[in-house]
């Protein structure tokens, strides 16, 4: 996304103005997140994104309320004398006068009043990152155990951003290489064996909480967190094998690369009845007609999109089962017409 000047910004309607800002914000929470030395960079990154959410937020509010500012403000009564409030409401005011308007909680009260569901994993993981930020004021800082734990939950919250946001509001991210880069290689038994202060610990239980629960379910779209695994051996550069992806076995120049029945799952989770499920919820128009056959045959060609598991592993003319990773859904998006 270019610079746009105060003139051109002021010619979008309200719900585009605030869904270009929470993308500024949500490309700030990543770059500060990447920054090589910053060190407030997990607590920085939770109220950025935190900010880019609600922002997305009303910005879906002012879309179904055809952009009327009403929709965000918060509202009160005033006092007529002691004890006697009015019957009339009125917009509250901050410290310089200007109206006041609704935080991420009542934003998503709001829209489901409006019937505009906001997944409860997404839900889960705001909680999450909003207990990051919280405690930063109260200024604990992030240790490395603390710090893989936002990592985790930071990696969830912009699949959930993006998700949602193409979703509600046709939000394009694609321009971007969106991921936070795992800076503090510290090895998780070094990590698990620092001593955290009482307040800390209480943290890191109420995430590791809310992170178990998120994930403990099937295949799902959205996340309270998503787990990152670096491993690095060491090597000379002249010694170093090259991994190439091919079909072929006899290839001399490949590299054999093991991978057991969990790995395959991990990479391919979805059934077939997973991804019909999936697509039906997905779309308005999706049905498993000709159309839907012949784009999932063109898709599946590429192995990226599909795996087969077969009975006998050494008859492929025997039973089998093909698996789906849940990549193929972009592809999906091009066709169909994505549900608001």
């Not at 002021?10 to 920054?35: D, F, G």
């Not at 800390?200 to 992170?211: D, H, S």
């Not at 192995?303 to 008859?315: M, V």
Request: hydrophobic letters at 40%; proline letters at 4%.
């Amino acid at each position: 996304m270019g610079y746009i000047g105060e003139t051109a910004m002021s010619r979008l309607c309200r719900s585009a103005r605030r869904l270009q800002n929470a993308e500024a914000a949500l490309i700030s929470a990543i770059e500060i997140y990447n920054k090589p030395a910053f060190a407030y960079r997990e607590e920085t990154f939770a109220i950025l994104a935190l900010n880019a959410w609600e922002l997305m937020l009303k910005a879906k509010l002012l879309e179904i309320k055809e952009n009327d500012p009403r929709c965000l403000h918060i509202y009160a009564t005033k006092e007529l004398a002691p004890g006697k409030q009015s019957k009339k409401k009125y917009v509250k005011r901050n410290r310089t006068g200007n109206k006041m308007t609704i935080g991420i909680s009542e934003c998503i009260v709001r829209l489901e009043a409006e019937k505009i569901t906001v997944p409860e994993l997404v839900k889960a993981n705001l909680m999450a990152l909003a207990e990051v930020r919280d405690n930063a004021i109260h200024f604990i800082n992030a240790s490395p155990r603390l710090s893989k734990q936002v990592l985790e939950i930071g990696t969830a919250c912009l699949r959930n951003f993006i998700e949602l946001g193409k979703q509600w509001l046709d939000l394009n991210l694609s321009s971007y290489s969106l991921y936070l880069m795992p800076i503090g290689f510290l090895p998780s038994a070094e990590a698990t064996a620092i001593s955290l202060s009482p307040n800390e610990q209480k943290v890191v239980n109420y995430l590791a909480t809310l992170m178990k629960d998120g994930n403990a379910g099937d295949v799902q779209d959205y996340h309270v967190s998503l787990d990152v695994n670096i491993s690095f051996k060491r090597t000379s550069a002249a010694a170093a094998n090259a991994v190439i992806v091919t079909n072929d076995p006899n290839d001399p120049n490949a590299v054999r690369v093991n991978l057991s029945e969990e790995d395959i799952r991990k990479q391919y989770p979805w059934s077939y009845a997973d991804l019909t499920y999936k697509l039906k919820n997905r779309y308005i128009d999706f049905k498993t007609n000709p159309k839907f056959h012949e784009l999932r045959r063109k898709l599946i060609a590429n192995p990226q999109y599909k795996k087969t598991r077969y009975l006998d592993p050494g008859n492929t003319s025997g039973s089998r089962k093909d698996f789906y990773n849940p990549n193929i859904v972009a592809e999906f998006d091009k066709a169909y017409t994505l549900k608001k």
